[in-house]
């Protein structure tokens, strides 16, 4: 059974930053890109970044290439989300996924496994 956790998320003022973190288990870490998703209220779920499974080459979303930084560490199996320069529009659930792809812009998954995830709140 695949199982993601996600954590790291909590209440931050507008330019400020988080860390993300999401951990995998079930699967071979190592094989899987690696993404980012976030759901703010009353909005589709967006694909924000994607790493390959060896973390050179990574994609983002135009809402936050500059200021979000994607890494991973296949060792310890985590997914690692830096958040810098954080708006008050950044304010959504951020969960991670397995099997990541970008296409035209669009980074999106074709998993059905998704942790909890965890909020993320920035106040203007």
């Known amino acids: 059974q695949v199982q993601v956790v996600e954590s790291g998320g909590g209440l931050v003022q507008t330019g400020g930053s988080l860390r993300l973190s999401c951990t995998a288990s079930?699967?071979?870490?190592?094989?899987?890109?690696m993404g980012w998703f976030r759901q703010a209220p009353g909005k589709e779920r967006e694909g924000i970044s994607c790493?390959?499974?060896?973390?050179?080459?990574?994609y983002y979303a135009d809402s936050v290439r500059g200021r979000f930084t994607i890494s991973r560490d296949n060792a310890k199996k985590t997914l690692y989300l830096q958040m810098n320069s954080l708006k008050p529009e950044d304010t959504a659930i951020y969960y991670c996924?397995?099997?990541?792809?970008?296409?035209?812009?669009?980074?999106?998954?074709?998993?059905?496994?998704w942790g909890q995830g965890t909020q993320v709140t920035v106040s203007s």
């Open positions: 996924a397995p099997d990541c792809t970008s296409h035209e812009g669009r980074i999106q998954t074709s998993s059905a496994y």
């Open positions: 079930g699967l071979v870490f190592g094989n899987y890109a």
């Open positions: 790493i390959g499974w060896s973390g050179s080459i990574a």
